[in-house]
């Protein structure tokens, strides 16, 4: 029996519609990056209009608008890749949604910068480079636009690949190579280079290490105990003053230290005072929400949410105060050389500088952002609120520990090796369970390779890639930057 005329004519209908839907819905997918691409470029234009505004009408004012350019291209990379590792573990842990975190992460970061950030930053980053050996304006300039184009540049590569990597970092390479360009290997300081090499390895594994002990600590005094809500109710308020403690010394050492002299003692009263108020009154809150609880694992992780979501908010706002600054050095530097005629090793940041980085920053993480939050959040391997937990507090504790000892790290490596050490320590703590449970079972039977490959809690391929990018960063940056500068000099800058 055949379907009637009209039938046939209507399913055929529906099928073409349905294709065409198909269809749009792919356009509309694949069209998104280049949405992405055009607001970036509006942002970058409207950098360069503002200096143009600003300094067109004086000597050297192409230079500041090119530099400016540039400058807003590195704010949007800074909001693409480094944010990720402040918010990626609140948004694995499902504590934070996506929109949540970029809505607080922009906010944070625009108020750090604004509100802390730096009112002074070096021209020479970090010192690597002796202002003597860039005595020439006009060489002094292309080095620092050179620089932020090509640190620019290798986060965007990093963001690309989906690799989270040291902004700071990139600066520091983009100096060094336009500083070896413009006057030779001996313009270096290789002493603080290799301050700054050590750290890739210094921040991770010092962040790694408290994150796991952390989580050591939770397991065994929370989680692997019989009455557990009991035992979080003693615990939970002592780690959220801790935190508490930590994040306000933190805040201290690289928010306020910019606004009032403080050093590390008196910061370390501030976080004391804080940690003890803010976990006595926590005390009532956690008595309160854990009021009816299972004595399960998940209703543990409920009482971590709201701390883990404050500290992600406390290390955009930190990120903000410390980070912003060295990223719109450069730029900084050549409006100042542009207004003094000179080089100096320290120079003020105009506000709409400052602006540039902290509106960028929150562009690009809008924009580009979710790629690396997402790959921070849950593809290293898998994050609970207590664990995101235990990744937050490394960061703090870890840079409060390396600013005491001296130590040159980076916050974006200290957070990525948290988020190491709390897989790697899960896998090495599954396995040893596995194998009491395995010996007391079927004594002398061996584990086969293929399921010690299942077993592993930690994805080796963005272990890998995350590591190489780690290490070729400031090379990279150097080469791209050397490269920038001789086509900047051959075009006339």
């Known amino acids: 029996m055949t379907e009637p005329r009209d039938q046939t004519e209507w399913k055929t209908l529906d099928q073409d519609l349905r294709r065409l839907s198909r269809l749009e819905a792919a356009t509309m997918h694949g069209s998104r990056p280049l949405v992405g691409v055009g607001v970036s470029l509006v942002f970058v234009s409207f950098a360069a209009l503002v200096a143009a505004i600003l300094t067109g009408s004086e000597p050297q004012g192409l230079a500041v608008v090119v530099a400016a350019a540039f400058g807003a291209y590195m704010a949007l990379n800074i909001g693409a890749n480094d944010v990720a590792n402040n918010m990626g573990p609140a948004v694995g842990a499902r504590a934070l949604s996506m929109l949540g975190a970029i809505l607080i992460a922009a906010i944070c970061e625009s108020a750090g910068a604004l509100l802390a950030g730096g009112d002074v930053v070096s021209t020479i980053s970090k010192g690597i480079i002796d202002p003597a050996g860039l005595s020439d304006l006009r060489a002094f300039v ?29 600066v520091v390479g983009g100096v060094m190579g336009a500083g070896i360009a413009a006057a030779g290997l001996g313009t270096v300081n290789w002493p603080t280079m290799g301050a700054i090499a ?16 952390m989580l050591a600590f939770i397991k065994w005094r929370v989680i692997y105990v019989a009455d557990k809500v009991a035992a979080a109710r003693t615990w939970v308020p002592v780690l959220i003053g801790l935190m508490a403690g930590a994040f306000a010394t933190y805040l201290a050492l690289k928010g306020l230290a910019k606004v009032i002299d403080i050093d590390m003692r008196h910061a370390l009263l501030i976080g004391g005072a804080a940690g003890v108020v803010l976990g006595v009154l926590s005390v009532p809150l956690i008595r309160r929400q854990s009021e009816g609880m299972d004595n399960r694992n998940r209703s543990l992780k409920t009482l971590f949410r709201l701390p883990l979501v404050i500290s992600a908010g406390l290390l955009s706002f930190a990120h903000g105060a410390n980070d912003v600054a060295n990223a719109v050095g450069p ?14 090793g320290e120079v003020a940041i105009p506000l709409w500088v400052m602006l540039i980085g902290a509106v960028g920053i929150s562009v690009g993480l809008v924009l580009f952002g979710p790629k690396l939050i997402n790959m921070v959040g849950n593809q290293i391997t898998k994050l609970n609120p207590m664990r995101a937990y235990c ?37 090495w703590y599954t396995n040893r369970r596995a194998r009491r449970l395995n010996r007391t079972r079927n004594a002398g039977r061996q584990i086969a390779p ?23 960063t400031v090379p990279a940056a150097a080469l791209l930057s050397a490269g920038c500068f001789w086509v900047l000099r051959l075009v006339g800058f």
């Open 450 to 472: 293929q399921e010690r490959t299942r077993r592993r809690l930690v994805r080796r391929s963005h272990f890998m890639t995350i590591v190489a990018a780690w290490v070729i």
């Open 198 to 213: 050590a750290s890739w390895v210094i921040s991770p594994l010092l962040g790694g290490i408290f994150a796991a002990a």
């Open 142 to 170: 292309r080095a620092m636009m050179a620089a932020l184009l090509a640190a620019s540049i290798w986060v965007n590569i990093a963001t690309w690949v989906g690799a989270p990597v040291s902004t700071t970092h990139a």
């Open 391 to 427: 990744v937050a507090l490394s960061a703090a504790v870890t840079v409060i520990a390396a600013s005491w000892l001296g130590l040159p790290v980076s916050s974006t490596h200290i957070a990525v090796g948290g988020v190491f050490g709390v897989g790697f320590f899960r896998e």
């Open 331 to 344: 730029l900084a530097a050549v409006v100042a050389v542009q207004q003094s005629a000179q080089v100096t």
